[in-house]
């Protein structure tokens, strides 16, 4: 097939991440007979510092013009001045809302020879395979913001469409799964949680009857996480509570490193991200951790463009890098070496063949 992929490389270490993961993509696309175009494109810092804009015009447009859109991360020291006036993470939410990303899926899964990675005892960890799915385009990340010299405030607002069909999304993969969702809020204290609650239960009576439902608080489930991670399916929560959720389960599967995501709209085109930031203390040498990029690499070919045997063959071969002993940085054991982003890369791509 013939697909358009925009590459948003962004800050920090993205770029080597993404290239790790053009690499990749290019590899499954030799393999497989398939034609894929890149387009890099200037995203977050590096776009404030070349056009003043972190989401420039010309991004946003091969944005739109693509099938799917893979980024590396935005943000760092360089742009966090409390008083700027654009910051990179702004290009970021501007895209995702856009796009009209709104369901943003984080799968946690665990690579058994890791276990030893993550702070968390093994048996704890034993049987954990879930799925967060995070509302995206609203919340308090949206709302309006004020500021005086003495006061601020953001405000969070949800409306039942928005609930509605992010539940929907996670009541259709908890369908194909364990069939099983838990939804995460703050119903004792917010009344955007209180809708939040209402709407999910009143949906899923109605259309998904045979899925069972629990329902958490936020602070709970921050421990129930780490107290019984085995038992979670899918989660869905609204978008800040799985920005936080998604950054505490990554420390189950041992790094952020690890991880992908996938944001989804009503559309084929997606936005694909590792769930990691920037990683600024690390930026430029060459040592990030590409799993977490090359696994979004994966789910883009699987949810954009529908070759699910190329994204299965992509995640096999990161597992097979990981049980090689392929180890970057943030997993190595202690004691010995780890090898390059590069390194890396070329082991995962060794996995393909
Ligand atoms: C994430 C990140 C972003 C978010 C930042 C960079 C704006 O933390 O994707 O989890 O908060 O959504
Ligand atoms: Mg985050």
Redesign the pocket.
């Known amino acids: 097939m013939d697909a358009v992929i925009v590459l948003l490389g962004g800050d920090g270490i993205g770029p080597d991440v993404t290239k790790a993961a053009r690499q990749v993509m290019q590899s499954v696309a030799d393999s497989y007979g398939h034609r894929f175009s890149f387009k890099e494109e200037l995203m977050g810092g590096a776009a404030i510092d070349a056009t003043g804009d972190p989401l420039p015009a010309a991004t946003i447009a091969s944005c739109e013009a693509s099938d799917a859109v893979l980024l590396g991360a ?2 760092g020291p360089r742009w966090s001045d409390p008083n700027a006036a654009v910051r990179p ?1 702004q290009g ?2 501007r895209l995702r809302s856009l796009l009209g990303v709104y369901a943003n899926i984080r799968p946690v899964k665990i690579y058994s020879e890791l276990a030893g990675a993550s702070p968390l005892r093994p048996e704890i960890l034993e049987g954990v395979d879930l799925l967060v799915v995070r509302e995206l385009t609203g919340g308090i990340y949206f709302g309006e913001k004020t500021r005086s010299e003495t006061s601020a405030s953001d405000v969070c607002t949800y409306h039942s469409h928005e609930i509605e069909r992010i539940v929907r999304v996670a009541a259709r993969l908890a369908a194909g799964r364990r069939k099983k969702l838990c939804s995460v809020d703050k119903a004792n204290v917010l009344e955007t949680s209180r809708l939040w609650r209402e709407v999910t239960d009143r949906l899923m009576a109605a259309e998904f009857a045979d899925i069972e439902l629990e329902t958490l608080l936020v602070d709970a489930a921050a421990m129930h996480l780490l107290s019984r991670p085995a038992s979670f399916d899918v989660i869905v929560t609204e978008n800040m509570f799985g ?1 936080i959720l ?1 950054d505490e389960a990554s420390m189950l599967a041992g790094s952020m490193g690890m991880l992908p995501s996938a944001s989804l709209g009503d559309s084929a085109r997606g936005l694909y ?1 590792p ?1 990691h ?1 920037s990683a600024p203390d690390i930026a430029d040498r060459g040592i990030a951790n590409p799993c977490a990029a090359i696994a979004s690499a994966a789910l883009l070919l699987r949810h954009s463009l529908g070759l699910e045997q190329e994204a299965t063959a992509i995640e096999s071969a990161i597992e097979s890098a990981i049980n090689a002993g392929a180890r970057t940085a943030d997993i190595v054991a202690t004691g010995e070496d780890p090898i390059s982003t590069d390194e890396m890369t070329d082991a995962v791509i060794r996995g393909l063949h």
Do not use: C
């Open positions: 935005v943000g993470e970021l939410l920005d998604t991200e769930i930031g």
